[in-house]
């Protein structure tokens, strides 16, 4: 039962532990049990048919007196790459917007309002080879490259968010190339764009070599569902970042990542669970699935011989909500379309059970954080 | 199978799943699989007789070619209160310093360097009652009080370092009373104290009754057994409260609770974990045990009935470290020690390899957070 093969913890759990204590252990886990969302029938038969993994679940809140319920529905979509890597790059293109496009169509039956695909999901992730061809072809205008204009199709006809994080090459800069999120509104607008703020130098992942360090801030889309913002893979490392796509008013932050089991997998669960507890908003962290092998070896500065894939991205795409509850996680091994209900107004519920923003202290942090970089920085250590 | 019956969620997956997946549920919720500790004969047979879950394991480090390792063994304890809260305050204050001190005669048999107990260890976690008597009677100096000449005692027979989370009276600044924590070198020298910089106003925490946000800082400890910090309870839940006793040099930060399951329990493994990941540190999480009932009855601003008792304190206490690791917690329901070894160089080599501190982007942060407290702050928000 390794890595690759072992398909969720959440399976285990309900084949060997007894419902007695199943209970119990499902409210350690993931907190308060959650209802399952009653799914249309003709969306289970798409799943099946096209074989991927379909789950929903509600995050609820308590009625309020002056606020009617904030409801929306989100679905997070993971998925293989469908051509081999060295397919002509348009095919690849085609074959994954055909994919996903029909994920999208089974959101649509779910009433879904706001989809997210995962990170560069256009293409297979082959910053591990540090090769420049054909991979750079993949980048595209987060305004109006064929993908972009692909999700505004889709935003139009199902009345949907698409948040479509893509490789962006910015040609009224340079042609310089970034990791960035394009958010198409319902009417089919392109609200934005929101690059990727941290930049991963760690074994297979030499992203730094393509793109550099997003400049687009924290930037927070107001949707007709809700504000949103986006925390690029590696991003949900830094606790500052998802904190500041809060202070800037963010209640959903969506985590589009590619990483791979033995090198994240046990950080996975707690990350954006953790920023949705710490900053009182939901997260949704996406990860991709599958082996890509690629047809030239590379090495991966471990000392290992050189090899042709970088490990099983392990999906297991969930949500979170303010209150430290999160939803069982798709697949580790099969493509996923996630839909969770969702009452924002549960945010201000825990926001004012828990104060962590009235707690904040931020005052301090600010002044503290400018001294310590400083280079005559004087860590406040006491000796004997 | 209630919460307060439930003793862990370790010891269901060791009774229920099978060897095979256990193997992968172990690296999916704990990550890398921990030696266990070796523990002298002596110390198990001393903590069957006096009660209290015993439990050691193993943080290794690469070998470097400079360094050689630096390890060091670090004690946790969590006890229920002994006496009953009505009992006069010098008996309960004698009668944990009694049972404690025993734990930590246990501690000394497992070679441990530093301990660490949990918040307010001297005293039931009265704060519920809102009642001033007898509840501040418990505070104490920390630079010369009976516990702090207790820990002195303790720290010089077992070269221990002894972490002290007390309820503090500063004499020299008018009677104030604080929640802090007394660190006492191996020497039995009072290294410092540091404050709990975030105090909590939620559900029966009335803290800011009694004491206020801590003017301490954040200060690292240099003991002869690496750099140490403290993070008081609620300050678990702020992540700039981590980042800043690591980026002041903390390679272990301690985080002494009292927390109760209704209330916290879903967040209670993801919290301090997140925190090793994101600082690329060891954390320390500590909580206590039981059931504290008060003779008075109190009401909790949740409109139930008023009551005598807040819940259950959930234990569980665990280490985790900084590669996304953690050890299996104590049991939720009965007094425990549990002994870690860990190789600090660790955290180096984690930093190494993941480079957050590098990537963190610290001046933009500094700048951004400074620019968000201000009165006139507009949120980035993108409209249609």
């Known amino acids: 039962m390794s890595g690759k093969d072992f398909e969720s913890l959440e399976k285990v759990l309900e084949t060997y532990v007894p419902e007695a204590e199943r209970r119990e252990v499902r409210r350690l886990l993931f907190g308060k049990e959650l209802k399952k969302l009653n799914l249309p029938q003709s969306a289970i038969d798409a799943s099946v048919e096209q074989d991927f993994d379909l789950k929903g679940y509600v995050f609820e809140a308590s009625p309020e007196q002056l606020r009617p319920p904030r409801t929306v529905r989100v679905g997070l979509i993971q998925n293989k790459i469908v051509l081999p890597t060295d397919a002509p790059v348009l095919e690849q293109i085609k074959a994954l917007h055909k994919r996903v496009g029909e994920m999208v169509d089974v959101a649509a039956m779910c009433g879904v309002n706001i989809v997210c695909f995962q990170e560069a999901w256009t293409m297979p992730f082959a910053f591990c080879t540090r090769e420049r061809e054909p991979w750079t072809e993949f980048a595209e205008s987060a305004e109006d490259g064929l993908t972009t204009r692909f999700c505004i199709q889709l935003a139009k006809k199902y009345n949907m968010v698409v948040v479509s994080p893509i490789l962006e090459r910015d040609e009224i800069h340079s042609g310089t190339l970034w990791n960035t999120a394009v958010v198409v509104s319902n009417n089919g607008n392109v609200l934005g764009k929101s690059r990727k703020n941290h930049i991963p130098r760690v074994g297979d992942f030499n992203e730094s070599t393509y793109y550099m360090e997003g400049n687009t801030g924290h930037p927070v889309f107001q949707t007709q569902f809700g504000k949103i913002a986006v925390n690029i893979c590696y991003g ?13 008013g963010a209640e959903i932050i969506f985590n589009p990542s590619a990483t791979v089991g033995l090198l994240s997998e046990p950080m996975w669960p707690i990350e954006a669970r953790n920023a949705a507890i710490a900053n009182h908003c939901f997260t ?5 699935v599958g082996t890509e092998f690629f047809k030239n070896e590379f090495t991966s500065g471990d000392g290992k011989k050189a090899h042709h894939d970088f490990g099983h991205f392990y999906g297991s795409s969930y949500v979170a ?14 493509d996923g379309l996630l839909v969770t209900e969702m009452d924002l107004n549960l945010n201000r519920q825990v926001a004012d059970k828990w104060n962590f923003k009235m707690t904040g202290r931020y005052e301090l942090y600010a002044e503290e954080l400018k001294n ?9 250590i006491l000796k004997e």
Do not use: E, V
């Open 236 to 248: 949900r490392h830094h606790p500052l970042n998802w904190l500041m796509y809060s202070i800037h």
């Open 372 to 380: 310590t970089i400083q280079h005559d920085f004087k860590p406040n």
């Open 321 to 334: 909500a303010p209150d430290g509850s999160r939803c069982p996680g798709l697949s580790r091994t099969r």
């Open 284 to 288: 949704c962290a996406i990860n991709r």
